[in-house]
C-alpha cells in the first residue's frame, strides 16, 4: 500500500462533467493522508456554483437517452461495473484507507460490498412493475407505471467513500436517473476511480458526473438547482434538516439517511460472549465512525457485572493502527476536528460522573506519530439523561446504561431522538417479537449487532430519516414516480 501511495499520491483532479475530467475556475485544494497527515494525496478541486451548473445541465442533457435506454442494457453496464469494482478492489481499497483512515480489511469488504450492492440494483432494473387493474366500465384498463423521476442530486459524508456513492448511484442509473455526486471535501479520492469506472462499463457521458467541492459552498446551489428531480442525502441531522427545508419550498423529494444514537439491548440472553463480540465489532468499526454504530449498552441490571467482562475483553483485542499494519484492526479517526469532537465527549462524559473503564486515550509516539488515533472507550455508570447518552458521537466510544427489566429497557432505548438501528439479545421469543415491534427504529436487529445486507431496506426514523429508504426494494419509491394510464378501446 505504501509504495503504491509513494507512486500515485500527489496528481491533480478535476470534476468529472459531461464525460470529461474539467478543472474548476476555484482552484485545486490539497487532501491528506489520514494516517500520514505530512503526505498529500491528491489536488482536488475547490468547486464553484457555475461547476454545479454545468453537471447539473450535463445530467438532464443526457436523461431523456439514458431513461429510454432498455432495461437489461442498463442492467448489463452496471453487472459490468460490478466487475470492474472486483477488479480494482485492491487499488480502491489504497484510496479509500489512505484518505478515509479505515484499516485496508475494512476497506476492501467496503468495495466487495459496494459490487453486491451494485449487483442487486442491477437486477431492479428489470424488475420495474406496475400495476393493472380493471376499468369502472366496459372496454376499458388502467395501468400503473414507475418512471424514472430525472436528475438526482446525491451528496455524501466522508465514512464511506466508497459504499455511499455507489449505493446511490448504481439504484439511480438502474432506475434510468441521472446523477450530479458531491462527495465529502475530505474524501474524494476512491470517487474519482469510481467515475472512471462506471464510464469503462459503458454509463453514457453525463450519465453521471462528479462536482468535488465544500457543501457550504457548493450544497445550496446543488439542492436548489430547478433541474434536480430529487437529492439523495447521507449526513448529519442539522445538514439534512437544512436540505429538506431547501427541498419542500420546490417540491423536490428527498431520500434522507442521517445519525443515530443505536442501542443494543441485552435481555435474558445465555451466551453474553456471542453478544459482547456483536457489540463490539458494530461499535468499534471504522472507528466508531458508523451511522449504524451500537454507541449504548441497555442491559438488564444482574447481567450488567458479567456483560461488562466479556465487553472488556473484546476491546482488549482490538489492535489500533495505520491501514497498512496488517495486525491492525481499527484505525484512526479521519481527522483532528473529529478527535477534538471525540475527546470532549470523553471530557464530557467524565464530567457527568460516567466511569470510563477503558479506553479513550490519545496515541502519539511511533506509528500513531501522523494521525488521530483513540483507544476505544468504554463508559459504566451511564444515564439515559446523560449527553453521551443522548447525543451522536461518531467516534469509538460504548455506553452501558443498565435497566431494572425488559419494559425499562424499552423505555431507555427508545428514549432519543434518534431511531436508526438496535440490536437485542435475548433468548426468549415473546421478548424479541415485543422489542421488534415497539423499538422505534428503522432497523432492529435480534441476537446480531447492527450489520445490514445488500439486498434489504435500510433507512431510519425519527431524526434518522425521511423519505423511501435506500438499498433495497424500497429505492423504487425514491427513484421513480408514478403515472396512471387510463385506456378505452
Ligand atoms: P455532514 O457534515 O452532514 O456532511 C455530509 C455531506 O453534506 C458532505 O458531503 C458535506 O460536504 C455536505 N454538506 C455540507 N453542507 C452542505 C450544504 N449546505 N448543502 C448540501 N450539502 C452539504 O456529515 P459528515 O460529518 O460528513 O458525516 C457524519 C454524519 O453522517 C453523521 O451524523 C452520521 O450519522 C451520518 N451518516 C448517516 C448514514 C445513514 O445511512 N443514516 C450513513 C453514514 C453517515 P463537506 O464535506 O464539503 O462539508
Not at 444515564?383 to 424499552?410: K, Q, W
Request: overall charge neutral; some cysteine.
Amino acid at each position: 500500500m505504501l509504495t503504491w501511495l509513494e507512486q500515485n499520491c500527489g496528481k491533480t483532479y478535476g470534476n468529472f462533467i459531461g464525460g470529461e475530467w474539467t478543472a474548476s475556475e476555484g482552484g485545486t485544494v490539497p487532501i491528506y493522508h489520514a494516517a500520514r497527515r505530512s503526505q498529500v494525496l491528491g489536488y482536488f478541486p475547490n468547486s464553484t456554483e457555475a461547476d454545479v451548473n454545468r453537471a447539473v445541465e450535463a445530467a438532464h442533457a443526457a436523461f431523456p437517452a439514458w431513461a429510454a435506454t432498455p432495461a437489461p442494457e442498463r442492467t448489463a453496464i452496471l453487472m459490468k461495473f460490478a466487475d470492474l469494482l472486483e477488479r480494482d478492489q485492491e487499488e480502491l481499497a489504497y484510496r479509500l484507507s489512505a484518505e478515509q483512515g479505515k484499516t485496508l480489511s475494512e476497506a476492501r469488504g467496503e468495495v466487495l460490498r459496494a459490487a453486491r450492492e451494485t449487483r442487486f440494483a442491477a437486477g431492479e432494473a428489470l424488475r420495474i412493475a406496475g400495476d393493472t387493474l380493471p376499468g369502472e366500465r366496459g372496454r376499458t384498463s388502467i395501468r400503473t407505471l414507475r418512471q424514472p423521476i430525472g436528475v438526482v442530486a446525491a451528496i455524501a459524508p466522508w465514512n464511506f467513500p466508497v459504499i455511499t456513492p455507489v449505493r446511490k448511484i448504481s439504484p439511480a442509473l438502474a432506475y434510468g436517473c441521472t446523477v450530479v455526486f458531491k462527495p465529502a471535501t475530505a474524501t474524494p479520492w476512491a470517487t474519482v476511480r469510481l467515475m472512471e469506472l462506471y464510464a469503462k462499463a459503458g454509463v453514457p457521458a453525463g450519465v453521471v458526473n462528479l462536482v468535488i467541492g465544500s457543501g457550504s459552498k457548493i450544497g445550496d446551489a446543488l439542492v436548489s438547482h430547478p433541474l434536480v428531480a430529487g437529492i439523495s442525502f447521507t449526513g448529519s441531522t442539522a445538514q439534512g434538516l437544512r436540505i429538506q427545508r431547501l427541498a419542500a419550498g420546490r417540491l423536490a423529494r428527498t431520500q434522507l439517511e442521517l445519525g443515530g444514537k443505536n442501542p443494543a439491548v441485552v435481555l435474558d440472553y445465555a451466551d453474553l460472549e456471542h453478544a459482547a463480540r456483536q457489540i463490539v465489532s458494530a461499535a468499534f468499526t471504522c472507528s466508531g465512525q458508523r451511522c449504524t454504530a451500537i454507541s449504548r449498552v441497555i442491559v438488564l441490571r444482574e447481567r450488567a457485572e458479567a456483560l461488562k467482562e466479556s465487553l472488556l475483553a473484546e476491546i482488549a483485542k482490538i489492535k489500533v493502527g495505520p491501514a497498512w499494519d496488517p495486525e491492525a484492526t481499527m484505525g484512526p479517526l479521519i481527522n483532528q476536528a473529529q478527535m477534538d469532537a471525540v475527546l470532549e465527549y470523553i471530557r464530557i462524559g467524565k464530567e457527568e460522573g460516567a466511569r470510563l473503564l477503558t479506553g479513550g486515550e490519545v496515541l502519539r509516539d511511533g506509528i500513531y506519530a501522523e494521525g488521530c488515533y483513540v483507544t476505544p472507550a468504554l463508559f459504566d455508570r451511564v444515564t439515559p439523561e446523560m449527553r453521551i447518552a443522548r447525543e451522536e458521537i461518531f467516534g469509538p466510544v460504548l455506553c452501558v446504561l443498565e435497566a431494572e427489566d425488559a419494559e425499562d429497557a424499552l423505555r431507555m432505548a427508545n428514549d432519543t431522538d434518534y431511531g436508526l438501528a438496535a440490536a437485542v439479545f435475548t433468548d426468549r421469543l415473546a421478548d424479541a417479537e415485543d422489542f421488534a415491534g415497539r423499538l422505534r427504529s428503522g432497523m432492529v436487529h435480534i441476537n446480531h449487532g447492527t450489520a445490514s445486507a445488500v439486498h434489504a431496506p435500510f433507512g431510519g426514523v425519527k431524526m434518522s430519516g425521511y423519505g423511501p429508504y435506500s438499498i433495497g426494494r424500497s429505492n423504487l419509491e425514491f427513484f421513480t414516480e408514478m403515472k396512471v394510464v387510463y385506456v378505452q378501446y
